[in-house]
Structure formats: structure tokens, C-alpha cells
């Protein structure tokens, strides 16, 4: 099994900062893509980030791009969401999620990835 576990979430006021960090341990594909999510109350778990097992390529939703980093640590297995200018409807459980290559489907798509951590919630205020 995979193991991954967020951390980094709470409660920040609009216009603030928060940096999550995720951690995968346990058996794992040498590249792996990594992404993270998030899901609001009522709504279904859309895609906010995500980069390539070398680095090289970042992807972002339109509502975040301009305003959080994705990064990675391969040395650690390690991936960072930085968020900047934080908005109340940035408010979600965020997820990290791991490919191990296993399904066929867009980077931006849940579908993709097979080991899901627990999610961190992040709670923007006005």
C-alpha cells in the first residue's frame, strides 16, 4: 500500500497564505505524478494542481493559476501546494493525491490517481 498524508491546513484570513505539504510513503512507481484537489460542501472534488514526476511540468485550474505553486521533493516523495491570496472560495478539504500509472485519463482527472490521502481542510475567512 501507499500511504499519503497532508498536513499544513487551518484558518487563514482572505488575502493570506498557506503552504500544504504532502507525503507518500510505502511501496511506490520510481515516477509518479502527483496532484492535489479539493472539495467544498455540496460540491464535487475538482482538481486545483499538479505536476509531473520530473518537475518539469506544472498544471493548474484556471481558479487558482496566477495564485498557488505546486512543487515537488523527489529526495523526500514529497509535494508542496503553496497558496497565495487566499479567497473565501478557496475553502475546501484539499486532498493530495499519487499515479502510480495504473489508469489512462487526463492529469486533471480524479480518475487518474490511486492513493488518495485523508485531506487537510483549509478554512479561508472574509
Known amino acids: 500500500q501507499v500511504h499519503v498524508v497532508e498536513s499544513g491546513g487551518g484558518l487563514v484570513q482572505a488575502g493570506g497564505s498557506l503552504r500544504l505539504s504532502c507525503a507518500a510513503s510505502?511501496?511506490?512507481?520510481?515516477?509518479?505524478?502527483m496532484g492535489w484537489f479539493r472539495q467544498a460542501p455540496g460540491k464535487e472534488r475538482e482538481f486545483v494542481a499538479a505536476?509531473?514526476?520530473?518537475?518539469?511540468?506544472?498544471y493548474y485550474a484556471d481558479s487558482v493559476k496566477g495564485r498557488f505553486t505546486i512543487s515537488r521533493d523527489n529526495a523526500k516523495n514529497t509535494v508542496y501546494l503553496q497558496m497565495n491570496r487566499l479567497k473565501p472560495e478557496d475553502t475546501a478539504v484539499y486532498y493530495c493525491?499519487?499515479?502510480?500509472?495504473?489508469?489512462?485519463?487526463?492529469?486533471?482527472?480524479?480518475?487518474?490517481?490511486?492513493?488518495w490521502g485523508q485531506g487537510t481542510l483549509v478554512t479561508v475567512s472574509l
Open positions: 493525491a499519487v499515479d502510480l500509472g495504473a489508469v489512462v485519463a487526463t492529469i486533471t482527472s480524479p480518475g487518474r490517481y490511486g492513493y
Open positions: 505536476i509531473i514526476w520530473s518537475g518539469a511540468g506544472t
Open positions: 510505502g511501496r511506490t512507481f520510481r515516477r509518479n505524478d
